[in-house]
T-cell receptor
Framework: EAGVAQSPRYKIIEKRQSVAFWCNPI?????LYWYQQILGQGPKLLIQ??????VDDSQLPKDRFSAERLKGVDSTLKIQPAKLEDSAVYLC???WGTGMISGNTIYFGEGSWLTVV | QKEVEQDPGPLSVPEGAIVSLNCTYS??????FMWYRQYSRKGPELLMY????GNKEDGRFTAQVDKSSKYISLFIRDSQPSDSATYLC??????????FGKGTRLHILP
């Protein structure tokens, strides 16, 4: 079974530039997540989709970050304009459903590493 | 006080030793307790999860939850160099929002 695919793996941009990350979840997974992981920190949820609807975007800096999940499959996360503090790994993850009640397992991709200079 | 506290390490132990990794938390609403392993430049992968208090064993790994003390542990027996990674604890309540610890970097010395 193919895992969560992300691209690009690495990106270096200057502050105030824009960047976009793409994610293809595991086939059949209805729930898709974008996490931000700053070096030395645990992942922090930015946005959660259920099919193509947003479930939780409470921690997404909406003045500069946007995300979409067209047709309930692939997703794109965009940052515009980027700030130095956006340097982090952006992890995409997917799962069958939501919550741990049903033993739901979240599968992570390898991440997209962003450096803002 | 952060919701989830985890010592970042690094923790270095010799091969074959028993490893103990721990987290404390402040939110009594947490019901699900998870341990993720993250290798360098990879995404986290779920190792184990437990519901409420108690122990759970899976091969060389044992997870313990003490809700009265708000303290969880992961034990690794007969540690191997391949166990060298960052171990993240994570927790969620009925709202399904998962809160991760900072992770503990573990080095198993051959």
């Amino acid at each position: 079974e193919a895992g969560v695919a992300q691209s690009p793996r690495y990106k270096i941009i200057e502050k105030r530039q824009s960047v976009a990350f793409w994610c293809n979840p595991i086939s059949g997974h209805a729930t898709l997540y974008w996490y931000q992981q700053i070096l030395g920190q645990g992942p922090k949820l930015l946005i959660q989709f259920q099919n193509n609807g947003v479930v939780d975007d409470s921690q997404l800096p909406k003045d500069r970050f946007s995300a979409e999940r067209l047709k309930g499959v692939d997703s794109t996360l965009k940052i515009q304009p980027a700030k130095l503090e956006d340097s982090a790994v952006y992890l995409c993850a997917s799962s069958w459903g939501t919550g741990m009640i049903s033993g739901n397992t979240i599968y992570f991709g390898e991440g997209s590493w962003l450096t803002v200079v | 006080q952060k919701e989830v506290e985890q010592d970042p390490g690094p923790l270095s132990v010799p091969e074959g030793a028993i490893v103990s990794l721990n987290c404390t938390y402040s939110n009594s609403a947490f019901q699900y307790f998870m341990w993720y392993r993250q290798y360098s430049r990879k995404g986290p992968e779920l190792l184990m999860y437990t519901y409420s208090s108690g122990n759970k064993e899976d091969g060389r790994f044992t997870a313990q939850v003490d809700k009265s003390s708000k303290y969880i542990s992961l034990f690794i027996r007969d540690s191997q160099p391949s166990d060298s990674a960052t171990y993240l604890c994570a927790m969620s309540g009925l709202d399904d929002k998962i809160i991760f610890g900072k992770g503990t970097r573990l080095h198993i010395l051959p």
